[in-house]
């Protein structure tokens, strides 16, 4: 321990400039509190020191914040290391920086349920002293992130730390009610503690909630997130890059677009730290974007009227329906104005003159002019519909403005699919048949059937060639049937398109019953919003960082001979866990290969001497297969055991899993390569050598 | 013309299929042809249809779920929810209509590169309507060569006759099961139609009642 110490200390004095050194600082405390952790395990000595230890760091605390202008966050003391707590308060005296690595330590330190009792309780104290000062996620220290190649690996662990706690609470709403939520474990274990503090501090919570809402940080960042013109979180993206390179990846991930606003959403909710607060960002981004919807403005970062691309993440496609819909209503605006001008100016026409010689200059107003001589308005008439004309009046045939169709995510495809399957239902497709009908009559007076069939659907109409030819049939008034006739399918009785075409009224589409409600499909995602389950929000926003990173730094690594082999090994393997459907199982093993790529960013010669290792070591046992491969192996045999293993034993892994990934990374990480691959047997020592190997601790 | 509906606990695997190509190409016939063997003329499709039909290959009981869409263009963008994780997308052609043929390329393949989630989807090419050969448009050679560049089979039909046309349902069946992915998308949906019982699937009228 005291060796550790020095190594640490020794480092911190030469360079803690660099990244290195904040990554080992924030390693070796993950092994120092564990050791820690382990040191209180006996009952007697946890209650005999808590009340010593505690009075002497709290006072010291205090005596810091006072005597330095500057305030830090409060952090769980290292009980027995008090040379290591006062060389974080040295160095915090040297600058700024040194701030950011007191945040990074802080989220490690969150991890440890051990703490989470004072953690909460010095917590709620520390708020109600100096809650202005509090280190939160502000608009000026993401942006300064911004300057690192790929965002720091510590936002995509406290996603994957949301991932996970959100999987055992019920919903955003218990999330934000419960005091301990980073902790259910431990918040299992203290039940009748819990609910006291429950009581007490009731009144406080609702009070740092409202506060949290006004926080002056909050609202910049989310200024800054809805900021249409401003450049937020924008990285540098290697302007050579290949197109399909950086867009197919988040798609075959399901995740979301670079720089999209699920992807600055992550980032944003990735450095607050504690899941309580990430919710309640989360509703506050809610909030913000029913007033959008509210005030008919578009979500940056998304675009303006496509349809959802269902490759991408839900919350993405949810995204794209509020813009699509904010550019329908817009467009019904103008349609319907341009329609109500026209009648006012044809009725002001009437009343002028009644002459022929007025359809000349009225040239914005559209008229057909019937067998009977009459001129009838054409609503609704969007352009002509290349040379057709209609088959009795020889009038020009125009095309229809038409409303478009539903504007489906992935879940309501599921569920409209369902629908059709147990029902049988026909129903879109009437509808949008019957609004196009009604549409054409509006826009074409004096037409049938036969020329709407001709618009809509040309297969099912034969020209008569000897009228194409003899131009002198059409002006002889020959019946119908020498021009042409419908096919023999839509002449058979009891078609659906004939009576169809009776039922309809000639209504323009702006006037017509929407076929797609925008309001009522906006409401429901904002609805679903508020509702959705906390572990699948982290999840989207976990895969969608995920993707960015690995998007950027592609072009960076993919040319170099070192490191590009090991990074197709990472992309292939985050490819594979995340097109699986049990995404809580792989946030590990996902933050692990992160850091990997991570580290052969920004500390290559590190990276370099990790991969001689596993490079000799697989030399050595005579088998050359990649570490992530085998991770694969390990994983898929993982599944294999938990789809055989009774419902129980799944309730059993998956506790396990959840306390594992709490108690320490260092624990996940060993246990991930201390379960054996059921087909592959046992490793032999030597690959057993090479998989420990593949992950030094630093 | 009632579609045979298989119990959910009677088959090992369930896939879904879709239908798509130009309106009028016989897309609605085949399936009804392959479906009950009817002949008959069929009003165009309005939006979408499904039918349902057990059968064994290659000693599985399949169940396949198969959708029928309007080849119109209006329905074009109504019909593309569909496209979501079918396992396999038969595209339609009429061998007497070349511009029908020439749309699989230009319109049909892009639609299923847009909006198909499933990566490894089975296709196959089928020409329609071989039993009209005196007003052949497009040659069998022509055919495999677009199905070469697509990617998949073809195989030539006739929905009057039934030629080919069983041939056709039964060729794509045995490659969506060759797919480690799309074997087990299919083992799944089984599964997972299990825990539904209540459930019914019933193939659908064209006199439906519209919303």
Partial sequence: MEEEQQTFVSKARTAFHSAAAKAERVLLDFKSDREDHDKQSSPNTFTGQQPEAESPHTDENDSKLHSESKHIKWRPPHLGIKQDWQDKIKNIRRGRKEVEDTDKVGDASMAIPFYDDNLYLLNVKNDLEAKASEAMPSVEGLTAATKDPIPPSSVLKQLAIAVEAGSKAKSMKDVIASPGGSSPARERAGLSLSAVKALVLREKEDKLTSEFTSNEKVVQLINSLFDPEGDFLRRKIDSNLEETAMTSLPRDIHGAPPESLVVKLAEILGNYKTLRKMALFWCRVVAELRKLWFEEQYLPGVPQDEIPDLKSCLLYQQFQVINCCISRKRFRIIATESLDSMMMQANSDIKESTDCSAEASASPVLYARLNSGELVLRLGADHPAGDMTLLETGEPVYSPITQEGPLLTEDLIRETEEFVLRTGSVGAGCSQLLSDMQAFKAANPGCILEDFVRWHSPPDWTDNEASTEDSDVFDSGEPLSARGQLSRRMQKEGNLWRELWETSKPVPAVKQAPLFDEDLAVEGILNAFEEMHPSDLFGQLFVSLLGLGFGIAEPMLSGNSDFSKLFYDCKEYIITACQN?????????????????????????????????????????????????????????????????????????????????????????????????????????????????????? | MSSSSGQSSGYDLSFKILLIGDSGVGKSSLLVSFISSSVEDLSPTIGVDFKIKTLTVGGKRLKLTIWDTAGQERFRTLNSSYYRKAQGIILVYDVTRRETFTNLSEVWSKEVELYSTNQDCVKILVGNKVDRDTERAVSREEGLALAKDLGCLLLECSAKTRENVEQCFEELALKIMEAPSLLEEGSTAVKRSVLKPKQESQASQNGGCCS
């Fill in chain 1, 581 to 698: 459907n049990k995404l809580n199982e792989k946030v590990d093993g996902l933050v692990q290969v992160y850091e990997t790529v991570e580290k052969m960013l920004l500390n290559p010669e590190e990276a370099l001497k990790m991969i001689k290792q596993t490079e000799e070591s697989t030399t050595v046992t005579g088998e050359p297969r990649s570490p992530f491969k085998r991770l694969s192996l390990i994983f898929g045999g993982k599944d294999k055991l938990l789809r055989k293993s009774v419902s129980k034993d799944q309730t059993n892994d998956e506790e396990k899993s959840g306390r594992q990934s709490f108690s320490s990374f260092f624990d996940s990480k060993s246990s991930l390569f201390g379960k054996k691959p059921p087909k592959s047997g046992s490793p032999s020592p030597s690959e057993k050598s090479s998989i420990d190997t593949g992950w030094p601790v630093v």
